[in-house]
């Protein structure tokens, strides 16, 4: 706090002792004792607010800059929500597995009128050639 030697703090009690004198000199010097304790502790919990003010502004100054960087990473996922238009896609895919099917179930209906019932006796295979009977 003070830069005081001994040399300057012997001079300062020879001056008090002459000055206030030697009876009075012991409650005086108990009450500066108080006084620069009272003065210690002052300086030490403005030394420590000040210092506390000092994390504080920097931590504001880390949450903001947490803050700016979130936002803009916000921003880039809105920008790619955007490019990408997520519920077109959806949309697209979902009406193309529709559309699919679909054309399934009108291959099926084709595939089962295209099927022709067969007559009895045209099961048996075809004559040899030469040969009046079919084949067994």
Same mark, same amino acid.
């Given at each position: 706090?003070?830069?005081?030697?001994?040399?300057?703090?012997?001079?300062?009690?020879?001056?008090?002792?002459?000055?206030?004198?030697?009876?009075?000199?012991?409650?005086?010097?108990?009450?500066?004792?108080?006084?620069?304790?009272?003065?210690?502790?002052?300086?030490?919990?403005?030394?420590?607010?000040?210092?506390?003010?000092?994390?504080?502004?920097?931590?504001?100054?880390?949450?903001?800059?947490?803050?700016?960087?979130?936002?803009?990473?916000?921003?880039?996922?809105?920008?790619?929500?955007?490019?990408?238009?997520?519920?077109?896609?959806?949309?697209?895919?979902?009406?193309?597995?529709?559309?699919?099917?679909?054309?399934?179930?009108?291959?099926?209906?084709?595939?089962? +009128? @295209? &099927? !022709? =019932?067969? $007559? #009895? *006796? +045209? @099961? &048996? !295979? =075809?004559? $040899? #050639? *030469? +040969? @009046?009977?079919?084949?067994?």
């Amino acid at each position: 706090m003070f830069d005081i030697g001994f040399a300057e703090m012997l001079i300062i009690g020879i001056v008090a002792l002459l000055v206030i004198g030697p009876e009075r000199l012991p409650g005086v010097a108990r009450k500066a004792g108080v006084y620069f304790a009272r003065l210690r502790r002052f300086v030490t919990n403005v030394r420590a607010d000040v210092e506390r003010e000092f994390r504080t502004d920097e931590l504001q100054r880390m949450l903001q800059q947490q803050q700016d960087e979130l936002q803009s990473l916000k921003d880039v996922v809105n920008e790619t929500r955007k490019d990408a238009d997520l519920e077109s896609i959806e949309a697209a895919v979902m009406e193309a597995a529709a559309e699919a099917n679909k054309d399934e179930q009108t291959g099926k209906a084709e595939a089962s +009128t @295209d &099927a !022709k =019932p067969k $007559s #009895p *006796g +045209t @099961d &048996a !295979k =075809p004559a $040899s #050639p *030469g +040969t @009046d009977k079919p084949d067994p």
